[in-house]
């Protein structure tokens, strides 16, 4: 199993990116997936969860309506487009496979919100 998170910056206030997950060896299909960030200093903090199909969403009440979870399974690729980005949105975002908990993660893309 290997998951490669891309996309991540540096952003100014209000700023916008989209986030990637690549993944391989599974069926990207058959599992649920989420976002979990972790802020410097801090512990793990779930983000997001999306369904094997794409059709449930689930958020964080500080990431609803700013944050969008997507996937492609026929590019075996997770997203993440995050919007109207706060400085306390800093952190390193990883994609997790959502099986018996987070059971795979990335490595990592580092997002930095700063003036």
């Known amino acids: 199993v290997q998951l490669v998170e891309s996309g991540g910056g540096m952003v100014q206030p209000g700023g916008s990116l989209r986030l990637s997950c690549a993944a391989s060896?599974?069926?990207?299909?058959?599992?649920?997936m989420t976002w979990v960030r972790q802020a410097p200093g801090k512990g793990p903090e779930w983000v997001s969860r999306?369904?094997?199909?794409?059709?449930?969403?689930y958020y964080a009440d500080s990431e609803k309506g700013r944050f969008t979870i997507s996937r492609d399974n026929a590019k075996n690729t997770l997203y993440l487009q995050v919007t109207r980005l706060k400085p306390e949105d800093t952190a390193l975002y990883y994609c997790?496979?959502?099986?018996?908990?987070?059971?795979?993660w990335g490595q990592g893309t580092q997002v930095t919100v700063s003036s």
């Open positions: 999306i369904n094997t199909g794409g059709g449930s969403t």
């Open positions: 060896g599974f069926t990207f299909s058959s599992y649920d």
């Open positions: 997790a496979r959502a099986y018996e908990g987070f059971d795979y």
